[in-house]
């Protein structure tokens, strides 16, 4: 089954707005939450990440939300840029102090910012 | 900067030959994974190792092997390859405890099986 579910697989925004990526899991035990992007012919690059124990943190433009109660993140990334365009992926980690750094990613969402 | 290598980027194989991805990180990781990435389902987690000489599996394990036999390099090993094994492959290393968890990823592998 599933437990990172991103259920948009593509988003499409213009230049300047803002882009919002949705990420849900159903895993209780995940308490760190991470979003990588992806170009074409790479591998995946880190973004941004939050610990169970937050419900925000921002980096320059990218801001992660988390709401525990809703088992559900988001990735706000204002304002969207051309090169911003790329797939997302959400990705989790359980009980870390155990499992060490495995993670369970999402099915990606592909941005498209439009110029 | 870490930096994570992968043999090739593109590979083509037969059915039933015996495939070997490699891959090399340059920071010194304990932890080691291997990655098949497909449209629609995302990152899955073929095998990981935490150590020289250690492997757990993953979530997709079956029709593959790894090995570690140094710290730095971390083989993939297709056994007998198979048409639903065509994907692109992603090796990553991390350390092994955090926070930080991010995982540095190499550019990726495209296997095609025919």
């Known amino acids: 089954d599933q437990q990172v579910k991103q259920n948009s697989p593509s988003l499409s925004v213009q230049e300047g707005r803002i882009s919002i990526l949705n990420c849900d899991y159903t895993?209780?035990?995940?308490?760190?939450f991470l979003w990588y992007k992806k170009y074409p012919a790479e591998g995946p690059t880190f973004l941004i990440s939050i610990s169970s124990i937050k419900d925000k943190n921002e980096d320059g433009r990218f801001t992660v939300f988390l709401n525990k109660s809703a088992k559900h993140l988001s990735l706000h990334i204002v304002p969207s840029q051309p090169g911003d365009s790329a797939v997302y992926f959400c990705?989790?980690?359980?009980?870390?102090?155990?499992?060490?750094?495995?993670?369970?990613f999402g099915e990606g969402t592909q941005l498209t910012v439009n110029p | 900067d870490v930096k994570v290598t992968q043999s090739s980027r593109y590979l083509v194989k037969r059915t039933g030959e015996k495939v070997f991805l490699e891959c090399v990180q340059d920071?010194?990781?304990?932890?080691m994974f291997w990655y098949r990435q497909d449209p629609g389902l995302g990152l899955r987690l073929i095998y990981f190792s935490y150590d020289v000489k250690m492997k757990e599996k993953g979530d997709i394990p079956e029709g593959y092997s790894v090995s570690r036999e140094k710290k730095e390099r971390f083989s993939l090993i297709l056994e007998s390859a198979s048409t639903n094994q065509t994907s692109m492959y992603l090796c990553?290393?991390?350390?092994?405890?955090?926070?930080?968890?991010?995982?540095?990823f190499g550019p990726g592998t495209r296997l095609t099986v025919t």
């Open positions: 920071m010194d990781h304990e932890n």
């Open positions: 990553a290393s991390s350390f092994p405890w955090g926070p930080p968890l991010e995982q540095y």
């Open positions: 895993n209780s035990m995940f308490d760190y």
């Open positions: 990705a989790a980690s359980a009980s870390w102090w155990t499992s060490g750094s495995r993670l369970t």
